[in-house]
C-alpha cells in the first residue's frame, strides 16, 4: 500500500517562493495520477494541480495557473509542487494524495477521486 509523506512547507513573504515534496513509499501497485490539494482554515479541500502518473501530463486550477508547477522525479518516487510568486491567499495546509486502482481518469482536481492520502504540510505567507 502507497504511504505519502510531504515535507517543504514554511513561512515566506508574498512574492517568495517554497518547494513542496511529497515521499511515496511501499508503492505497489503504482498511482494512475498524483494531486496536490490545498485547505484553508473554515474552508473546503482544494484542488490545485494533478499530474499523469505514466505521462506526466498535469492539470492546474485557475488560482495557481502559471505560478505553481507539479512534477515527479524521475524514479516516480518523489512528487514535487514548486510554488512561485506567492500570495496570502496561498496560506493553508498541503497535501498530497494518489489514486491506486483501475480508471479511466488521467488526472483530477477532485478530492473524492484520490484514495491515499499523505499527513499535509503547512505554508504560511506573509504580507
Known amino acids: 500500500q502507497v504511504q505519502l509523506v510531504e515535507s517543504g512547507g514554511g513561512s515566506v513573504q508574498a512574492g517568495g517562493s517554497l518547494r513542496l515534496s511529497c515521499a511515496a513509499s511501499?508503492?505497489?501497485?503504482?498511482?494512475?495520477?498524483m494531486g496536490w490539494f490545498r485547505q484553508a482554515p473554515g474552508k473546503e479541500r482544494e484542488g490545485i494541480a494533478s499530474i499523469a502518473f505514466n505521462t506526466n501530463d498535469a492539470y492546474y486550477a485557475g488560482s495557481v495557473k502559471g505560478r505553481f508547477t507539479i512534477s515527479l522525479d524521475n524514479a516516480k518516487t518523489t512528487l514535487y509542487l514548486q510554488m512561485d510568486s506567492l500570495s496570502p491567499e496561498d496560506t493553508g495546509m498541503y497535501y498530497c494524495?494518489?489514486?491506486?486502482?483501475?480508471?479511466?481518469?488521467?488526472?483530477?482536481?477532485?478530492?473524492?477521486?484520490?484514495?491515499?492520502w499523505g499527513q499535509g504540510t503547512q505554508v504560511t505567507v506573509s504580507r
Open positions: 494524495a494518489c489514486f491506486t486502482g483501475w480508471t479511466f481518469t488521467v488526472y483530477t482536481l477532485h478530492p473524492e477521486d484520490y484514495n491515499t
Open positions: 511501499g508503492a505497489t501497485p503504482r498511482p494512475k495520477y
